[in-house]
Nanobody, 116 residues
Framework: QVQLVESGGGLVQAGGSLRLSCAAS??????DFWAWHRQAPGKEREFVASVRDDYKDYADSMKGRLAISRDVAKNTVDLVMNNLKPEDTADYYC???????????WGQGTQVTVSS
């Protein structure tokens, strides 16, 4: 199995920045896709950013304010979020896809609150 632990969430003022980190452990050999999603109160979970090999993708709503990066040696994937807005308040979840297990895995999430 794969275990994911997110960190780095917290309370930040509008315009501020945060760096979220996701540490993966377990059988990581066949993971081919890493991503971040978020879920705001009362809303569905939505895509934020992903990385696969050298290709990175970002949600249109946040494009220009995000940077996703992966550290292969540390088995981590980070998400830097800049110029945060109150509407970015949500629980942020790490997600990976495992070819070996034929499924994805989710972390428990880290809460981000942006005050106006």
């Amino acid at each position: 199995q794969v275990q994911l632990v997110e960190s780095g969430g917290g309370l930040v003022q509008a315009g501020g920045s945060l760096r979220l980190s996701c540490a993966a452990s377990g059988n990581l050999a066949s993971i081919d896709f890493w991503a971040w999603h978020r879920q705001a109160p009362g809303k569905e979970r939505e895509f934020v950013a992903s990385v696969r090999d050298d290709y990175k993708d970002y949600a249109d709503s946040m494009k220009g304010r995000l940077a996703i990066s992966r550290d292969v040696a540390k088995n981590t994937v980070d998400l830097v979020m800049n110029n945060l807005k109150p509407e970015d308040t949500a629980d942020y979840y790490c997600y990976v896809r495992s070819v070996y297990y034929g499924r994805g895995f989710w972390g428990q999430g880290t809460q981000v609150t942006v005050s106006s």
